[in-house]
């Protein structure tokens, strides 16, 4: 047990984005200021809290429509436009900590659409969004299209569209690239020759590229931890990759949740989590294990 080792991955934790948001959130409440967050700024229990504790207030959006005459924070997952025109009416000073990567895809999608809308009769054209239905981000770009865009959220949704119609496919930023590529080969084989598709790859590199290398870490240790909220939707897809790879992995939220027999026997530990997993955490787990 003694010469036990124990890497912590350099390439988890907060996605830029989500830094920002933070970053942003801390500076605001370091002034005194009350601020609100529409949601919760990240998918991380511990951390929210941490936030909570110096100040912020995190509300929905029916509460959201209570609000007059405060400072609002939208996190990185971006928001439809119904809410700044929400805010605008309510005198609601928008604090927006919307990631660059989801705010270049939200301007695309409303581009594409009002182009469509312009050129075509209603209902001619297919604006799909891989992603999972009712996510932060996935709500926001469904709303630059009035709520018409279409969500596949499994390769088995994407059956149901009309291949004789023209699709145009967008992703989610944390989506897996191979679910992607495996729904865009299946619209290619199946649209109609007279309708046309196209597909923009909006995944976030960033996201991504940490599948390679959570396989690559994964596969270094006897045993994995891999930290991260049960809600993380990326924190799923990096966890399964995880365990694909290392069947010793184990999914906790914290440094409670660590069982002592798992310790045993093994001479390597790797703790790596999401891009809404804080570094801090991670460490408090390394020193758990080190107490233990």
Same mark, same amino acid.
């Given at each position: 047990?003694?010469?036990?080792?124990?890497?912590?991955?350099?390439?988890?934790?907060?996605?830029? *984005?989500?830094?920002?948001?933070?970053?942003?959130?801390?500076?605001?409440?370091?002034?005194?200021?009350?601020?609100?967050?529409?949601?919760?700024?990240?998918?991380?229990?511990?951390?929210?809290?941490?936030?909570? =504790?110096?100040?912020?207030?995190?509300?929905?959006?029916?509460?959201?429509?209570?609000?007059?005459?405060?400072?609002?924070?939208?996190?990185?997952?971006?928001?439809?436009?119904?809410?700044?025109?929400?805010?605008?009416?309510?005198?609601?000073?928008?604090?927006?900590?919307?990631?660059?990567?989801?705010?270049?895809?939200? =301007?695309?999608?409303?581009?594409?659409?009002?182009?469509?809308?312009?050129?075509?009769?209603?209902?001619?054209?297919?604006?799909?969004?891989?992603?999972?239905?009712?996510?932060?981000?996935?709500?926001?770009?469904?709303?630059?299209?009035?709520?018409?865009?279409?969500?596949?959220?499994?390769?088995?949704?994407?059956?149901?569209?009309?291949?004789?119609?023209?699709?145009?496919?967008?992703?989610?930023?944390?989506?897996?690239?191979?679910?992607?590529?495996?729904?865009?080969?299946?619209?290619?084989?199946?649209?109609?020759?007279?309708?046309?598709?196209?597909?923009?790859?909006?995944?976030?590199?960033?996201?991504?590229?940490?599948?390679?290398?959570?396989?690559?870490?994964?596969?270094?240790?006897?045993?994995?931890?891999?930290?991260?909220?049960? =809600?993380?939707?990326?924190?799923?897809?990096?966890?399964?990759?995880?365990?694909?790879?290392?069947?010793?992995?184990?999914?906790?939220?914290?440094?409670?949740?660590?069982?002592?027999?798992?310790?045993?026997?093994?001479?390597?530990? *790797?703790?790596?989590?999401?891009?809404?997993?804080?570094?801090?955490?991670?460490?408090?787990?390394?020193?758990?294990?080190?107490?233990?």
């Amino acid at each position: 047990m003694n010469n036990l080792q124990i890497e912590i991955d350099n390439g988890s934790g907060f996605c830029f *984005g989500v830094t920002t948001a933070i970053k942003k959130a801390e500076e605001e409440l370091a002034k005194g200021s009350t601020l609100y967050c529409l949601g919760d700024i990240v998918h991380n229990g511990m951390e929210c809290e941490r936030l909570r =504790k110096m100040g912020l207030i995190t509300i929905n959006h029916d509460e959201l429509a209570q609000l007059h005459d405060a400072k609002v924070l939208l996190r990185a997952h971006g928001e439809p436009p119904t809410t700044y025109e929400l805010a605008r009416k309510n005198n609601i000073e928008i604090i927006d900590a919307t990631c660059p990567v989801v705010l270049q895809l939200q =301007k695309r999608i409303k581009m594409q659409f009002e182009q469509e809308s312009e050129q075509h009769s209603a209902g001619s054209t297919q604006i799909v969004i891989f992603g999972k239905n009712g996510h932060a981000e996935v709500l926001g770009l469904v709303g630059q299209t009035q709520g018409e865009a279409i969500v596949v959220e499994e390769f088995e949704d994407v059956k149901a569209l009309d291949f004789t119609r023209d699709i145009y496919l967008y992703s989610q930023t944390t989506k897996s690239l191979d679910g992607f590529h495996r729904i865009i080969d299946y619209i290619k084989s199946h649209i109609a020759p007279t309708a046309t598709f196209r597909s923009f790859d909006t995944i976030c590199r960033q996201v991504a590229n940490r599948m390679p290398n959570i396989s690559q870490f994964a596969a270094r240790h006897d045993l994995i931890l891999f930290v991260c909220g049960r =809600k993380s939707s990326n924190g799923k897809v990096l966890f399964n990759e995880c365990l694909r790879v290392n069947p010793n992995s184990h999914l906790i939220e914290g440094p409670e949740e660590i069982h002592p027999e798992w310790l045993k026997n093994i001479s390597t530990v *790797g703790i790596c989590g999401a891009t809404s997993t804080p570094k801090w955490l991670m460490e408090q787990c390394r020193d758990a294990i080190l107490e233990l």
